[in-house]
């Protein structure tokens, strides 16, 4: 008798546990957890692994996982969700805003830096990235390939406001009465500031940054 429950037992702890082994296609919804809007472009990765996606317009997903890993959910902003799949069923993902506990500041002169801080764990990614020596020469290219490809999404808007719009330099130009020279050091200048920051923004966002850097900046016009 025991024989036999103990077979059982074996057997039924195999099947489960081949059960769990299996591939299988995990879908959801993310939302606000207050507003209960739909969030697009969370990323949504299994944990310690490198299979990952996002969600659309509506914050719909989908992926490929077993029921043994945990997906992990994050998006700027909010507090990033570590979500088991042993249970999991189709449902709504409700993501909690994330509380910034800011700094005390002293009242200067000066205006003060409306993003400072605000993106300091993604930077802090940027900077742990590392290549495992172990990985095959193929393997450390294609992580290194991704690793561009988000860089190169992180600068689009960048690109596009500063490099691709002319009248962003053209506006600036005249609004400060400055030179090419001095356009092209105060960029430079505001490139080194803001480099932690200003691929993270928004155009509408970028531009108020620029005109507050370069009307800080910009030397003074000598009266004639």
Request: aromatic content about 10%; proline content about 4%.
């Amino acid at each position: 008798m025991l024989r036999r429950l103990s077979f059982l037992l074996s057997f039924l702890l195999c099947s489960v546990t081949a059960l769990f082994a299996q591939q299988e296609t995990f879908k959801g919804v993310v939302v606000d957890s207050t507003t209960f809007a739909a969030l697009p472009f969370v990323n949504v990765r299994v944990k310690n692994s490198m299979r990952g996606t996002s969600t659309d317009m509506q914050g719909n997903f989908a992926i490929t996982a077993t029921r043994r890993d945990t997906l992990i959910l994050s998006v700027v902003g909010y507090q990033t969700i570590e979500q088991p799949l042993w249970d999991w069923e189709p449902s709504v993902i409700r993501m909690r805003d994330k509380s910034i506990l800011l700094s005390t500041v002293t009242v200067q002169s000066r205006r003060m830096d409306p993003y400072e801080g605000l993106f300091d764990e993604e930077n802090e990614k940027i900077d742990r990235r590392r290549v495992p020596f172990y990985l095959s020469r193929t393997k450390k290219q294609k992580r290194k390939l991704v690793w561009l490809k988000e860089d190169n999404a992180r600068a689009q808007t960048y690109v596009d406001v500063v490099i691709n719009t002319p009248e962003t330099k053209s506006g600036l130009m005249q609004k400060y009465a400055l030179t090419e020279t001095a356009y092209y050091d105060l960029l430079a200048d505001f490139n080194t500031r803001n480099v932690k920051v200003m691929y993270y923004l928004t155009a509408p966002e970028l531009i108020s940054l620029l005109n507050n850097f370069f009307e800080s900046n910009a030397p003074t016009p000598i009266q004639k």
